[in-house]
């Protein structure tokens, strides 16, 4: 690992340019629910973490980092920029952690500094990613956006999707979910093509996962997946296994091959992404202890599929059905916005990003 380091970046308070097509009455909601514009001004909005005072939202192309002040939703600054797909973010102990392809980040005492009008120091934390392999560059752009998330044993958890369309890569980093903890990489779960949206069930306590499966096996083949993690170091079936029993043309599995199989199949490319359990109390108990998944959408499927957002019901800590809360962002064969995760705000309400309208969305519930 490198020397630590710090960065400065000052605040720049220009604002993203407004992207007037994200047409809000298309949207469906279920009776009861109303869905509104949070911001309009977020270049390629990514995952989003709260903080006390703001709202903190990655971006993956723009290579920025954006704050909004939550009394002041018409405005976000770009705290961060220049960074290489920094999509991940999440906030511990009042320190903002970003995750670019190759590094993890750190602001520390983000919201202080950004209230005080204090310069923004951003720390490198961790950069000894596999995305350091930089002798190949598409090694870098293949599934390099990180998903990040702090889980309930204080350690930090970093999507690692693998650097292709399906290989067994050397590295063994490489399409996994890691944990960072003290400075120690370790996997956490292995077999994971392109893991963009991790959460623990309240309950339960287990990590679920969103994977999007692999390309050019045919429309239906094989299907996205929603998997739960019991225990560490699980094997969850790429490349050799997609789904629960669809084997891969290229990777025979290997003699006495054990894995996990998905809890839940998704159909094939709609491309899960965010995901998060639901413990509030401002929607109807109907969706307590369930989780609400964004699918981004397919990008080479012969007719479009996903452009929604998903709700999973569970019960005794088991998915038993998926039903669509929210779609119209695809109209026919055009899409004007892809759904990339939800959020749950301390007031109750939904945030759900797109990177395609530069765009947030709040549902809040008025039934």
């Not at 709202?55 to 290579?63: E, I, N, Q, S, Y």
């Not at 405005?75 to 952690?97: C, F, Q, R, S, W």
């Not at 998926?322 to 990339?340: A, H, K, N, R, Y």
């Amino acid at each position: 690992m490198k020397k630590l380091e710090k960065i400065l970046f000052v605040i720049t308070t220009t604002l993203a340019a407004v992207n007037l097509s994200a047409d809000i009455s298309k949207l469906n909601v279920p009776e009861g629910f109303v869905v509104s514009s949070f911001t309009q001004e977020i270049d390629d909005a990514r995952q989003m973490v709260e903080g006390e005072n703001f709202l903190f939202v990655g971006t993956k192309g723009a290579g920025k980092v954006y704050a909004i002040k939550k009394s002041e939703t018409n405005k976000a600054l770009t705290i961060v920029e220049g960074l290489d797909m920094p999509t991940g973010v999440a906030i511990k102990n009042g320190h903002l952690y970003i995750a670019e392809s190759d590094a993890i980040h750190v602001i520390k005492n983000v919201e202080e500094n950004l209230s005080s009008g204090n310069e923004i120091i951003l720390e490198v934390v961790f950069d000894d990613l596999p995305r350091q392999t930089m002798w190949n560059p598409l090694k870098k752009s293949w599934h390099g956006w990180k998903w990040i998330d702090f889980g309930p044993d204080g350690a930090l958890y970093i999507s690692e999707g693998v650097p292709c369309n399906v290989c067994d890569e050397t590295d063994e980093r490489y399409g996994t979910i890691l944990r960072l903890a003290d400075g120690k990489l370790d996997i956490f779960a292995d077999g994971v093509r392109n893991s963009v949206g991790f959460d623990w069930h309240p309950v339960t306590n287990e990590m679920y996962f969103t994977d999007n499966g692999r390309d050019w096996m045919g429309d239906d083949i094989p299907p996205c997946e929603l998997n739960r993690v019991s225990s560490a170091g699980k094997h969850f079936g790429f490349p050799f296994v997609h789904g629960k029993d669809i084997q891969d043309d290229a990777y025979k599995k290997p003699d006495g091959f054990q894995y996990e199989e998905p809890v839940w199949e998704f159909q094939a490319h709609t491309a899960p992404l965010g995901i998060k359990f639901y413990t509030g109390d401002a929607f109807p108990e109907y969706y307590k202890n369930g989780a609400f998944v964004a699918q981004h959408g397919s990008w080479n499927r012969s007719k479009k599929v996903g452009y929604k957002v998903l709700f999973m019901k569970f019960e005794k800590g088991e998915v038993v059905s998926s039903e669509t809360f929210i779609d119209g962002w695809l109209q026919g064969e055009e899409s004007w916005g892809t759904p990339v995760t939800p959020l749950f705000l301390k007031d109750g309400s939904m945030l759900i990003s797109d990177d395609k309208s530069d765009s947030i969305f709040r549902v809040t519930y008025q039934g």
